[in-house]
């Protein structure tokens, strides 16, 4: 009798039935430590027990699609034999709990997923969400995740090129941590994670293990409790400079033909590791406990299998490898240990002082783990319960200068500068662009670069889970057209609440249907990803869950970035353009053009409407036009319309530049609906020569589709002001929360 008991069941978080499996699956009862081991497999965090299923249903290929999802990190094919790969993950729960070390290791842990591919990592991305300003301890929230962010980062050498930071009350008691790292790899020299090979020995490098961060994983896929401040030991504690090292170290055995398969040790650390290898590979594993460097005394099998220590890796070797191995880590001052073999057993053998202590066959804890289609509404019963319909009144703007100047001022949309110049963006000396609608690195050595856009609306996803989902997509997709990148490849991070609650489980199966439909009209596959559930806390009083968050990050290819794109306006005389829907020439009467719009909530404190719709075929249209209007040298600035409305992309594009613009209304519209709306699958771009530009749009060689994208004449460039305002005020309203917020 092992004296598992109900209680310790439930403390590692499986169900009654998921217990009855495990006696099947063992023909027996498991030992602690064989019980800790399913536990985290099993654990919505490594298992996707909830999302398995709809998940399968996203589009994942294309051409230019080297791996999609199921390694550590997607790959694209950028030409000329190079791979891009990359990945977003989350570090939601340990940053709430522990803000620096939380978003520090979410860091380190996205750098191992991409240069456990042989790439090395050439740019850091972000997405991150906070609760109200006001709350107590959001301050602290948001300064510990910057500055975690941005210590990882900046020592380990990698820059941080863009992100996104939004403020909702929905986050006061579960903040959102996504973190993204590319990276840059010869295409023939990808390396995989499936070991083989009866008898290679199996390898573990980098820190010592320790007792951080046991049970993160479990902790990862539970909502928040009251004692959310006890958990702090199961935050892991990261070292960037031990992360520098380790790159270095890996690049170099991986310049070498030693290495069979490689993994990082990641969320249930040794277990989901060795795991995971072992499944790919079809092959067993054995692991002599007693071989693991440990940092602490007297470390138990259990501790050692579940501890999630950062900085570590494993490896399958080719035997005879292993001295040649240790001397490229010994030279890097990192740990080296052969602790174990590849097997035919299919199964996970751990062994510890002599005696068998784990005897698990493989197949059911990563195969065959549970599943569950979890009940879930319909998008009308859905939009019943949110209680989602059209605006009735529709305000308008009574001056739109004052307006605009309040709305740059708001926590959504003031300047993230204060964030920003705690990442160096600049290591490296490849980083072409920041703050603009994409962050652009350049591929070394190349005339190519690549573009990077974190993005998702939470306020669109919660009001139409379908309508929000595809416009995340159709947003990151907009922001890499606008540098001039041809968008290639999606990765994703699927932030939501408790998938037990068949509304929350709605908002999952709805937005990812959305997002799948805007990935095929796109071409824009997703290659990799993390799903997060659970994000909900009781202790904000009652059961809060978060907005609905998939965030998405996506990738770009610019040919020759002296082509590359930017946002500020370029000189006096220039001419603005809208460009457009076609059919939009006249206001839709269905469509209030303002509903869930930031100008309505933080103007009229009203939250209400409908997301504004995506159409995907005038999405990419648009798309299209916009780099083929960069590619012919037509236009000399771009920027998508997006939070605001026109009104802000123009001030973001007056900021940026120093210069002001004269812009006149469409007297169809109301100037709130004109100005502050947020209709999709729009951009403002200038243009230099207006003969040049119509010369080419009388050309019609155009498609149907392209033809009903149209181009508005807004007004010039010129000045010092906006809608009566100068770029100076505009500044000064732009920056004065963060600064006001922390220097309080």
């Known amino acids: 009798m092992s004296g598992i008991t109900p209680e310790i069941v439930e403390q590692h978080g499986l169900s009654i039935e998921e217990y009855e499996r495990v006696l099947n699956a063992l023909g027996r009862e498991p030992n602690l430590v064989e019980l800790g081991i399913f536990s985290v497999m099993w654990s919505e965090h490594c298992s996707y027990k909830s999302s398995r299923l709809h998940l399968k249903k996203l589009p994942t290929e294309a051409p230019w699609v080297i791996c999609g999802p199921g390694e550590n990190a997607g790959v694209i094919d950028i030409g000329d034999g190079q791979a891009a790969i990359f990945k977003m993950e989350s570090h939601n729960h340990p940053s709430y709990i522990e803000p620096y070390q939380g978003a520090a290791t979410g860091v380190g842990g996205i750098l191992r997923d991409v240069f456990t591919m ?9 997405a991150l969400r906070f609760g109200q300003p006001d709350h107590p301890k959001m301050k602290h929230l948001v300064q510990g995740v910057v500055a975690g962010i941005g210590g990882y980062g900046n020592c380990v050498g990698v820059p941080t ?26 295409a023939d020299r990808i390396f995989y994670s499936a070991a083989t090979g009866v008898g290679n020995p199996i390898v573990y490098v980098g820190s010592k293990t320790g007792r951080d961060g046991i049970h993160g994983a479990t902790m990862a896929s539970a909502d928040f409790g009251e004692d959310a401040e006890e958990k702090r030991p199961t935050v892991q504690v990261g070292d960037p400079f031990t992360e520098k090292l380790l790159i270095e170290a890996c690049l170099e055995l991986m310049a070498t033909d030693a290495i069979v398969a490689i993994q990082d040790m990641g969320a249930a650390g040794l277990t989901s590791s060795s795991v995971e290898m072992a499944t790919n590979g079809k092959a067993g594993i054995r692991l002599d406990m007693n071989k693991v460097p440990c940092r602490e005394e007297g470390m138990t099998p259990y501790e050692m299998m579940l501890s999630e220590s950062q900085e570590r890796m494993l490896m399958v070797l080719k035997p005879g490898k292993e001295a040649m191995a240790e001397a490229i880590f010994q030279k890097w001052e990192l740990d080296f240990a052969v602790i174990g073999e590849v097997t035919d057993t299919r199964h996970m053998v751990l062994e510890f002082d002599g005696e068998v202590v784990c005897d698990i066959p493989l197949g059911p804890l990563a195969a065959d783990a549970p599943e569950y289609d979890r009940p879930y509404l319909s998008l009308e019963e859905y939009t019943e319960w949110a209680g989602i319909a059209p605006m009735t009144d529709r305000p308008d703007s009574q001056d739109v200068g004052a307006d605009l100047v309040q709305l740059l001022a708001s926590p959504d949309l003031a300047s993230r500068r204060w964030i920003s110049e705690q990442y160096d963006s600049q290591v490296g000396a490849d980083t072409l662009q920041t703050g ?8 070394h050595g190349t005339k190519k670069a690549l573009a990077i856009s974190t993005d998702c609306t939470p306020r669109y996803v919660h009001a139409n889970p379908r309508e929000g989902g595809k416009q995340a997509i159709a947003e990151a997709y907009r922001n890499l057209c606008a540098v001039g990148a041809r968008p290639l490849a999606v990765t994703n991070c699927l932030n939501f609440a408790n ?30 990803g993390n799903v997060s559930l659970y994000n909900e806390s009781k202790a904000t009083g009652g ?122 209304a ?26 040049a530009l119509n010369r080419v749009l009388a050309e019609g060689t155009q498609d149907e589709n392209h033809a009903r994208v149209g181009f508005r004449r807004l007004g010039r460039v010129g000045g010092e002001t906006l809608f009566g305002k100068t770029v100076t005020e505009m500044r000064e309203a732009h920056r004065s929360f963060f600064e006001g917020w922390m220097e309080a």
């Not at 009350?169 to 990276?183: D, F, K, Q, S």
């Not at 489980?505 to 990799?528: E, K, N």
Request: charged content about 20%; hydrophobic content about 45%.
């Open 436 to 443: 603009g609608d994409a962050g652009v690195v350049r591929v």
């Open 118 to 126: 042989g790439a090395r990592p050439v740019a850091n991305a972000n």
């Open 666 to 691: 469409n007297p169809d519209y109301s100037q709130a609906q004109w100005w502050f709306g947020e209709d999709q699958g729009r951009y403002l771009v200038t243009v230099p020569d207006t003969d």
């Open 543 to 664: 059961g809060s869950a978060i907005l609905p968050t998939p965030a998405i990050g996506g990738v770009g290819l610019i040919e020759d970035y002296d082509r590359m794109m930017t946002m500020p306006f370029k000189a006096e005389g220039d001419a603005i353009y809208l460009i457009w829907p076609e059919e939009w020439a006249t206001p839709d009467p269905e469509r209030s053009h303002l509903g869930k719009s930031l100008w309505l909530r933080e103007i009229h404190g009203r939250d209400e409407g409908r997301a504004p719709p995506v159409d995907l075929t005038l999405e990419k249209a648009a798309g299209e036009i916009v780099r083929q209007l960069i590619e012919d040298g037509l236009i000399n600035a771009a920027h998508d319309v997006s939070d605001g409305g026109i009104a802000v992309a123009l001030a973001e594009m007056a900021m940026a530049s120093g210069l002001g613009a004269e812009v006149e």
């Open 161 to 186: 090129v863009c992100g996104e930071t939004n403020f909702h009350p929905a986050y006061n008691g579960n903040i959102l941590v996504n973190a993204m790292t590319v990276g840059v790899a010869d």
């Open 499 to 528: 998938p037990q609650r068949p509304e929350i489980m709605a908002q999952f199966v709805h937005a990812l249907d959305g997002m799948g439909a805007a990935c095929r009209a796109l071409d824009f596959p997703i290659v990799s």
